[in-house]
Structures are given as structure tokens and as C-alpha cells.
């Protein structure tokens, strides 16, 4: 299975630039930089690995075990990750031109809104992953590391 070190760095970066990215944005002014731009691009791209990298390294090989309640969690969180990258692109679409990396504002007080919103929602998953996932993961490694010894 995948570190939780690295997991765990993924998390932090993305709770930063989350927070850096907020910060900046809610001056209307700062929504044009480039910085801002940057930050935003770096953190979709950071929420969108993470979330590959707990699907594909988590939640695929937990589907595997023979645990009904251990599938039923793995379940549980494929179906969350479905739905926050379904939300997910519709906020890219809606704020921003991947393709030019430009965010398009047109109206900020409902970009921020929606903004706080979706991160709201990234970081709630971050937090049930940490506090169920990795927990549920670090308990059956455990039991497989014992009936090998």
C-alpha cells in the first residue's frame, strides 16, 4: 500500500494552498494574478492526484478484502470521491479556463462563496480519510503483519 507519510504531505500541501488560496482571493483585485493562478492551478492539481492516489492505492485493494464492513467503507469513500470530482469540475468549468489557466470571475461575492464551499468540502474528506481510512488501513496491515509472523 501507498505511504501515509507521502498522504499525509499530500493533505498538508493541499490544506495550504487552500488556505493561501482563499486568503488571496477574497480581495477581488488579487483574482487576476498570476500568483493567484498559479496557486490555484497547483492546489486542483494536488486535490485531483490525492484523490486518484486514495481511489486507485486505498480504495481499490481495500474492495479486495474479504471483510464485508472493510468493502462497505472502501464503498463508502469510491462513492464520496465520485461525487467531489463531480462537484470538483463543475467548479473548474464554472471558474476558470483550464486550457488558457486563467480563473473567469464574472461574479465574486458567488466565486467565493462557491469557492469556500468546495474547498470546505476537500477538506472534509481529508478529514474522514485521516480519521477512518488510514485507521481501517493501518489496523488490517497490522493483523496481515501477525498472521505472517
Not at 470530482?85 to 471558474?95: G, P
Not at 464551499?117 to 481529508?126: G, K, T
Request: glycine content about 0%; proline content about 1%.
Amino acid at each position: 500500500m501507498v505511504a501515509f507519510e507521502k498522504l499525509h504531505a499530500q493533505n498538508h500541501k493541499i490544506t495550504e494552498l487552500s488556505n493561501v488560496f482563499i486568503y488571496l482571493v477574497r480581495e477581488r483585485s488579487m483574482c487576476d494574478t498570476d500568483v493567484a493562478c498559479d496557486v490555484f492551478f497547483n492546489l486542483t492539481n494536488q486535490v485531483r492526484e490525492h484523490m486518484e492516489l486514495v481511489d486507485r492505492e486505498l480504495c481499490s485493494k481495500l474492495l479486495l478484502h474479504p471483510d464485508q464492513t472493510v468493502k462497505n467503507t472502501a464503498n463508502r469513500f469510491l462513492s464520496g470521491s465520485t461525487e467531489i470530482k463531480r462537484i470538483f469540475n463543475t467548479y473548474l468549468k464554472q471558474w476558470c479556463s483550464e486550457k488558457r489557466r486563467a480563473l473567469k470571475i464574472n461574479d465574486h461575492a458567488a466565486f467565493i462563496q462557491d469557492t469556500e464551499q468546495m474547498f470546505a468540502l476537500v477538506m472534509d474528506r481529508i478529514q474522514r480519510e485521516t480519521e477512518h481510512l488510514y485507521p481501517l488501513i493501518r489496523k488490517i496491515e497490522e493483523q496481515d503483519r501477525r498472521q505472517v509472523a
